[in-house]
């Protein structure tokens, strides 16, 4: 038992070396826009060779982690991640950055699929839920990176000096965690390969329940100071008040979400996040005064909280692929849900207004309520840890 708790613990250390070195780069967006002295649109569209990158990384990591395992596939890319992040701050023009920002997203969501993988595992050891408090480690070094870049913005590092200082951090977690990253056997049974293939009822459900969770937390992500500076009518220094509020319960919410799912089921929860995401965004949009709409991007917070880490839990389970497969088909589908999120907001808030659009985004919740509802007996005949 006291070595399942190193392996947890060198586990979860990971996931926050994930993230911290995402929230690094985040921290120095705006730096790297005044070096190359790009537009808001030419930021936007360099901003899109991360999810660009992600996307053409999700066969890859099913195919790898399903051939070679995932300990193969962690030690070589958490490695490459943490090296490649350097490499931003140093890179003398935008056409050296665009590719290095696409490897920088490949890798990323690589590392994602195989430390769940492994994580899944870890799991059937110990015999219960604990996949949403590594999620919520990575949240956590959300937190700690963006703290850690206004520190080094202060002190007036740039960006390649921070990154690298990031990267010292990172190579020293990876090096104290690898031991405990054990070998898992690779796929030989379940189908493997590419993740280009058609998903069984199970996944799909599971799929559809990830995109709906992923695009209102995408939009949350992108909106919230939108929505507190137009529609609340924040003064500027609250204006970033829903955002604090829906990650600060988003980052809380996955600490208590293996606790509930154990307690009362993952299909349970699932539903009750559901109704927190409706719940909250209607709120909003019905009483949008700073208070009313802090408390509901608190329950949207808490309800996107525990649909990512519970999906890719019942993924991991599919009785007809490998984990690894698995849970690139369900994060393939949700990514999609990240990325036509935030668009759709902008697009719908154009043509009617920003509270329609969030008003659109409250029926996701619905939704997963509908879908956890109606998929009850399939997820009971695959989960064996509920």
Not at 85 to 108: E, R
Not at 156 to 170: C, E, G, K, N
Not at 263 to 271: D, E, L, P, T
Request: hydrophobic content about 55%.
């Amino acid at each position: 038992m006291q070595y399942l708790s190193k392996r947890r613990i060198a586990i979860g250390a990971l996931f926050f070396f994930m993230g911290i070195c995402f929230a690094s780069w985040a921290a120095r967006i705006p730096d790297i826009q005044s070096k190359f002295q790009l537009s808001e649109g030419e930021l936007g569209t360099l901003l899109l060779c991360l999810p660009i990158g992600s996307m053409l990384g999700l066969p890859i990591a099913g195919w790898s982690v399903h051939h070679y395992g995932s300990r193969i596939v962690i030690l070589i890319c958490s490695v490459a991640y943490a090296l490649v992040l350097p490499l931003i701050g140093l890179a003398p023009s935008t056409w050296i950055l665009v590719p290095t920002l696409g490897l920088f997203g490949m890798l990323g969501n690589i590392m994602n699929i195989s430390l769940n993988t492994q994580a899944l595992g870890l799991e059937d050891q110990l015999g219960k839920s604990i996949l949403a408090s590594f999620h919520g480690l990575w949240s956590m070094a959300g937190f700690t990176g963006a703290g850690l870049g206004a520190g080094m913005i202060l002190l007036q590092f740039s960006p390649a000096a921070h990154f690298a200082v990031v990267t010292l951090l990172s190579l020293v977690i990876i090096l104290c965690s690898q031991q405990f990253v054990v070998a898992d056997k690779p796929g030989a049974e379940k189908e493997g390969g590419l993740v280009l293939k058609k998903m069984d009822p199970l996944l799909l459900r599971v799929g559809l329940i990830a995109f709906l969770g992923m695009m209102a937390e995408g939009c949350m992500f992108d909106w919230s100071g939108v929505y507190f500076k137009k529609i609340v009518e924040a003064s500027p220094e609250l204006v970033s008040l829903g955002y604090v509020c829906f990650m600060g319960a988003m980052a809380s919410g996955r600490f208590i979400t293996d606790k509930a799912s154990h307690r009362f089921g993952k299909i349970a929860v699932i539903q009750v996040s559901g109704i927190g995401i409706f719940l909250g965004l209607v709120i909003s949009v019905v009483f949008p005064s700073l208070y009313t709409a802090a408390v509901g991007f608190l329950l949207v917070g808490f309800g996107v909280a525990s649909i990512v880490p519970l999906s890719y839990g019942i993924a991991g389970r599919s009785k007809m692929y490998s984990p690894g497969v698995a849970l690139a088909l369900v994060s393939t589908l949700s990514f999609f849900g990240f990325l036509v999120g935030p668009p759709l907001i902008g697009f719908v808030a154009e043509w009617l207004d920003l509270k329609v659009s969030f008003l659109i985004i409250a029926c996701n919740g619905l939704g997963i309520v509908l879908l956890s509802s109606l998929g009850r007996q399939i997820f009971s005949s695959t989960t064996t840890i509920t």
